[in-house]
Structure formats: C-alpha cells, structure tokens
T-cell receptor, first 111, second 114 residues
Framework: QKEVEQNSGPLSVPEGAIASLNCTYS??????FFWYRQYSGKSPELIMS????GDKEDGRFTAQLNKASQYVSLLIRDSQPSDSATYLC???????????FGAGTQVVVTP | KAGVTQTPRYLIKTRGQQVTLSCSPI?????VSWYQQTPGQGLQFLFE???????NKGNFPGRFSGRQFSNSRSEMNVSTLELGDSALYLC?????????????FGEGSRLTVL
C-alpha cells in the first residue's frame, strides 16, 4: 500500500466550476499535509499547507483535513484554464520524516 | 531573491558512467532535499541534508550519494548509471531544520541514460 494515494485523473472541470481533489494517507501519526501544483515541464510549487483538522482557505483554494479518516482534500473554486496542472498531495509521516508525495492528480480545466 | 539553481539542466550519459548534479539553495536556506521524478514512480525522496549532515535517506541503492557544503550548496552523484536512472532530478531547499514540507524546488536536472 502506498503511503499517499491520489486518483491520477485526468479530472476534467468546466471553467468556473469547482475542482475537488482527494488524497488519503496510511500513517495515522502524520501531522503535516501539503498540496503542490506542477505545471507540465515545470517543477512543483507549494500552494497550500494544513496541519489541523478542518478547512483552510487561501484565495480560490480550500484545503480540508480529516485526520480520523486519514483524508485530505483540495477544492479549487471558480476554476480557470490556468489551473490546469498536476496537483500533488504530500504528507510528512512523522516529526522528522521525509516528505512523501502522492502520484498526483491531473486537472484539466476546459473553457 | 534568487531561487533554487540546479546545474546542469539537461545531460545525456551512457550506462556505466557516473554523473554529478549540483544544487544551490535559496540564500539563507540550510536544508536541501533531492527527489527523483519519473512518469511511473512519481516523486521519490532521495535524501535530505542540513548543515552538511544527511538527515534522511530514501530507499535508493548506494550508487546514489550526496553531500552538502558549508555554504549549503549540495551535490548528488550517481555512479554506474543504469537505464532506469533516466529521470528528472529535483532539488528543493527549505529554511527550516527538517521535518518541513514547505519546500522550494529548482527547475531540475533531466538525466537521460542511453
């Protein structure tokens, strides 16, 4: 079982709609969770971090964390063609552990 | 502020050769991590250095090694290259001691092994 699992997609989203990305992780003691965005041919860039249960909003992005269910999600509101990218979920399994990435979900926003 | 700089950006090697990749972190960042990215395996952690010490190591064979210098610049070396080593090698820096997921990635070094 992979430590961080995501649906690979592609997730096709009409422009202006909400894109919903899901991620599950296997290590119950994980405390830190991150979403990275990677455009084709580019390197990953951090877009959100979340450490506590609940929602965290930053502009059009909302990260949601449920530690009991070992589940973290990312919502992209009012999706734009510029949001078309691969979104990587990443988790730190323990305090000094290495950052573990999921395989990524490809999002395609169609005009 | 300059970002993470990786050199070379592209390189082609043949099986059995060795390669050294270089990474200059963001000024003031003392933690440097290396990742291998392939279409099949995604981003795989190689190792992390902080203050010239290796803090964490991923599940890669001993052919993969790295080091960090006193100015925080880092190098990774792959010896006896195999076809499967073809990948994008990403370096990421962080200002923190370790255990942080807030990484700043360089553009990567794309290695092709023939």
């Amino acid at each position: 079982q992979k430590e961080v699992e995501q649906n690979s997609g592609p997730l096709s989203v009409p422009e202006g709609a909400i894109a919903s990305l899901n991620c599950t992780y296997s290590d119950r003691v994980s405390q830190s969770f991150f979403w990275y965005r990677q455009y084709s041919g580019k390197s990953p860039e951090l877009i959100m971090s979340i450490y506590s249960n609940g929602d965290k909003e930053d502009g059009r992005f909302t990260a949601q964390l449920n530690k009991a269910s070992q589940y973290v999600s990312l919502l992209i509101r009012d999706s734009q063609p510029s949001d078309s990218a691969t979104y990587l979920c990443a988790v730190i399994p323990d305090s000094w552990g290495k950052l573990q990435f999921g395989a990524g979900t490809q999002v395609v926003v169609t005009p | 502020k300059a970002g993470v700089t990786q050199t070379p950006r592209y390189l082609i090697k043949t099986r059995g050769q060795q390669v050294t990749l270089s990474c200059s972190p963001i000024s003031g960042h003392r933690s440097v991590s290396w990742y291998q990215q392939t279409p099949g395996q995604g981003l795989q952690f190689l190792f992390e250095y902080f203050s010239e010490t290796q803090r964490n190591k991923g599940n890669f064979p001993g052919r993969f090694s790295g080091r960090q210098f006193s100015n925080s610049r880092s190098e990774m070396n792959v010896s006896t290259l195999e076809l499967g080593d073809s990948a994008l090698y990403l370096c990421a820096s962080s200002p923190d001691r370790g255990g942080t997921g807030e990484l700043f990635f360089g553009e990567g070094s794309r290695l092709t092994v023939l």
